[in-house]
């Protein structure tokens, strides 16, 4: 546990906060426990690239979809949901709650392979109009170093998450 918090420590030194926001990633589900897979080896932020590749507005939220590739030269193991956290222009968190949707499932991914999942942005309540947010953050499961992805996204108030599954 002190490794992790030692990692945690080192990777919000390198992101430029608020005095209180933090990238912690949010617990998953508690009826997931992490698989052996997961713990022998997960896939590290430093092996993995972070694109949006879709965004759909609809009537009251943003449904976008994310990919994460396996850029290293061995293959690693996904299991789970990442925490996200959107961004404003001086990296300050903008985030009032978080959701975990989906069954999460270890897989292998291999170099040059990706994996996906989705985020469901509430977007719309009639009468606010929420500000756009610049960077959102990405911690991979079983991470807690963020990968930044450069796509504007409204700070809603709530945030589902989908858990993290093969192919693109």
Do not use: W
Not at 36 to 54: E, H, I, M
Request: with cysteine.
């Amino acid at each position: 546990m002190q490794l992790r918090s030692f990692a945690l420590l080192v990777a919000l030194m390198s992101v430029p906060l608020a005095a209180s926001a933090t990238l912690v990633p949010t617990a998953p589900p508690a009826a997931h426990a992490p698989s052996a897979l997961t713990a022998a080896r997960a896939c590290p932020s430093t092996q993995l690239r972070a694109a949006v590749t879709s965004d759909e507005a609809a009537m009251v939220h943003r449904e976008v979809r994310v990919t994460l590739t396996n850029d290293g030269a061995s293959s690693c193991v996904m299991d789970g949901f990442p925490a996200i956290r959107l961004l404003d222009a001086q990296h300050h968190v903008h985030i009032a709650e978080e959701s975990f949707s989906g069954t999460p499932s270890a897989f292998t991914l291999a170099p040059g392979k990706s994996a996906a999942f989705g985020l469901r942005i509430a977007t719309a309540d009639a009468v606010t109009t929420y500000p756009m947010l610049p960077t959102l953050a990405v911690i991979p499961p079983g991470d807690v170093v963020p990968l930044m992805v450069k796509h504007a996204l409204p700070a809603g108030p709530f945030i589902d998450v989908q858990a993290v599954v093969p192919g693109p």
